[in-house]
């Protein structure tokens, strides 16, 4: 190799990228080893405390939702109405079991219900003896449900349905596999022509033999002759305090204690035209009467058999408090205007009092005769649905606030009008706000309410969530970033009164919107990692906020707060600080909990929670629901003075078990605010 004369500048070049080199490898290294500080003020009397509603649920009939959802009806269009009341109709997701040489299906308008018109004849052309002998499992009618009924082996379903007929009946009713060649379950009714010459209720009750997830409801006949159904529902026996909402689905709403339910949307309660809008009127009453409606904004029909009702006993089964949504006369592309408004006002009235009325009142004896005579705990109503912008809006909720205000002037009205950050042109007890962005600028967001006028209407923050590439269908990152915003708006507890997560669930055969908190089909079900955020503000609730700060030179990726609660069972105190490293390093954190007695943090029950991944667009699925779920260990260093490990990308719960001192005080001990 021959010798070369490098240039000075050359060597000067060399030795400044040097230098650089090794700067920027040392502040790696600091980066890498970041600390942090948290001071918390644990002493009596120095918190505030949180509102017992601040963290519940939004239910929209979105995704699928409700039917084929929550609500347990195994039938998909029960009533043959979702191919609209004009005949011949469509009968999807109904289909024909043989073929045109031995059953002709069509639809009519024979039904005996003056809602529900619609009703399906099938004639028979084949029979079990003569020429033209039917198949030998009959032939008939199929209903597959939404996407497959769970059918398990020694479980109970009510089948019912009408019938009529013009000779007498020979109807198998059965469970099947999705080929039909697996019989579940099976019964048959016999009636004569005189038992079914008018319209006659069947029952049945069916035990399954085996388990198929992807099976179907079949009504079936060799006997030849025109035979008319209608109204057909397939339950199970077994559902959530036998109200019919599907078990698996409330337990994973149950296991997050929320202290509220909105409900029912969202956009399907304005719908894209007025005229196809959910109304509460059409949704209560005898399933069979129901009209169902098909709901523009998603673009599927309901049966509504879920309806205003049910949606009122949900909430009590979840010791929730309602929150009802109701039509303002506006949809997303027609409205009424305010001098027109007054038979939505009354409608609005009409709702409060089936609610919550007296039972020998109009509406409340509608509610008692469902088997309901208590009213139910109805003291939030919001007013529309994100139509502030709408140029009839505010004299259309002028008009509901007045007569509301007379008639009821306990209930508090939500106003669709953000008041978060300028005051109100208009009365209301809350303003909704809400929020679906990415991941950086919600994490961001933990400071929205910072600054928020202390008097006047209370925020709710009825749906936020991160969406687009930042969220996929359900991704750490995007769960890391609510996290943060929750923590700002728990911090913000004195004017941010109740905050939910949407939507909040999907069925996996529909997904309308991604991401969602809860992920089912017809027999399992997971949750997204935003929801198991939702556990770490479970005792949230009802808590007490403590003084904390956060001192740290990386506080854009650090979040943090420290509340006060105790257990229901044994009155056991806890304080739980809960910290979000949003940063791509781990983070040294040292805890000071001061007011505290010496020794009165016990090592014993102390505990860490960490929602955490290898990567941060990680997700749970059906074959690995687990996959990004909190873990849980004993904190071993737990004292009031400590050092914790933050893990990058994080979110982490620390809970110390005090002594039976308790931290908790009323409203009138304080009302600061804390300064994270």
């Not at 995704?63 to 039938?75: F, K, P, R």
């Not at 009802?324 to 006002?345: K, R």
């Not at 303003?431 to 008097?455: E, G, I, K, P, W």
């Amino acid at each position: 190799m021959g010798y070369h004369k490098v240039p000075c500048s050359v060597l000067f070049l060399f030795l400044f990228i040097s230098v650089c080199f090794s700067y920027q490898c040392l502040a790696d290294g600091v980066e890498a080893n970041q600390t942090a500080q948290l001071l918390i003020d644990a002493s009596e009397g120095s918190g505030h405390p949180i509102p017992d509603t601040l963290f519940g649920i939004f239910f929209e009939e979105i995704n699928h939702a409700g039917a084929g959802g929550l609500w347990a009806e195994l039938v998909s269009n029960r009533g043959f109405e979702a191919g609209g009341s004009n005949i011949p109709s469509n009968i999807y997701p109904w289909s024909i079991i043989g073929d045109e040489s031995s059953l002709i299906v069509s639809t009519d308008r024979s039904s005996c219900f003056e809602r529900n018109k619609v009703a399906l004849r099938m004639e028979v052309l084949c029979d079990s003896e003569g020429t033209h002998i039917c198949p030998s499992g009959g032939v008939g009618i199929y209903n597959p449900g939404f996407w497959g009924m769970n059918i398990e082996q020694g479980k109970s379903y009510k089948v019912v349905f009408y019938v009529r007929s013009t000779a007498a009946v020979n109807i198998s009713v059965s469970f099947s596999g999705s080929n039909g060649l697996q019989t579940l379950a099976s019964a048959n009714i016999i009636a004569s022509a005189s038992d079914v010459s008018n319209w006659t209720k069947m029952e049945v009750l069916l035990e399954a033999k085996a388990t198929n997830q992807n099976s179907r409801l079949q009504l079936t006949t060799t006997k030849e002759g025109v035979i008319w159904f209608d109204q057909v529902s397939a339950m199970p026996l077994d559902t959530y305090k036998g109200h019919g909402f599907r078990n698996d689905l409330i337990e994973m709403l149950a296991d997050i204690k929320p202290r509220f339910i909105r409900f029912p949307g969202g956009c399907f309660v304005e719908g894209e035209w007025l005229r196809n809008a959910f109304r509460w009127k059409e949704s209560i009453g005898p399933w069979e009467e129901r009209p169902g409606h098909f709901g523009d904004v998603w673009m599927y029909w309901t049966d509504d058999g879920l309806g205003y009702f049910e949606f009122l006993q949900l909430a009590e089964d979840l010791d929730a408090l309602p929150i009802w949504v109701f039509n303002n006369g506006i949809s997303h592309n027609d409205q009424v205007d305010a001098s027109t408004i007054l038979p939505f006002v009354q409608e609005a009235l009409d709702g409060i009092e089936f609610a919550r009325g007296d039972p020998n009142s109009e509406w409340g004896a509608v509610r008692a005769a469902m088997g309901h005579p208590e009213p139910f705990d109805l003291r939030y109503v919001a007013i529309g649905n994100e139509d502030c912008g709408k140029k009839n809006y505010r004299g259309n909720y002028l008009k509901f606030y007045d007569a509301i205000r007379r008639a009821y002037p306990d209930i508090k009205m939500i106003s669709n009008c953000d008041g978060s950050s300028h005051q109100l042109d208009h009365p209301a007890d809350f303003y909704d706000f809400h929020v679906y962005t990415s991941a950086s600028n919600l994490f961001s967001m933990s400071h929205q309410f910072d600054h928020t006028s202390r008097t006047g209407p209370k925020a709710f923050v009825s749906e936020y969530a991160v969406t687009g590439k930042d969220a996929g269908t359900g991704s750490l990152l995007a769960a890391l970033a609510e996290a943060g915003f929750l923590i700002g708006l728990e911090k913000n507890s004195d004017v941010v009164q109740m905050a939910s997560y949407a939507p909040l669930f999907v069925n996996s055969n529909d997904r309308r919107w991604n991401p969602d908190a809860i992920v089912f089909d017809s027999y399992q079900v997971y949750g997204t990692p935003s929801y198991w955020v939702q556990h770490f503000f479970i005792e949230s609730s009802g808590a007490t906020l403590l003084n904390a700060t956060l001192q740290t030179n990386s506080s854009m990726s650090l979040v943090a707060s420290a509340i006060t609660w105790q257990t229901s069972k044994d009155d056991q105190t806890y304080i739980r600080i809960k910290v979000v490293n949003f940063g791509s390093n781990s983070v040294n954190l040292k805890i000071s909990v001061s007011g505290l007695d010496p020794n009165s943090v016990k090592l014993s029950g102390t505990k860490m929670t960490v929602l955490t991944s290898t990567n941060l667009m990680d997700e749970n699925s059906f074959k690995e629901p687990t996959k990004v779920v909190p873990t849980e260990s004993l904190l071993k260093n737990a004292d009031k003075e400590m050092t914790v490990q933050l893990s990058p990308h994080s979110f982490t719960s620390i809970d110390l078990l005090k002594e039976s001192v308790s931290l908790r005080i009323t409203e009138a001990d304080s009302t600061s605010v804390s300064s994270i």
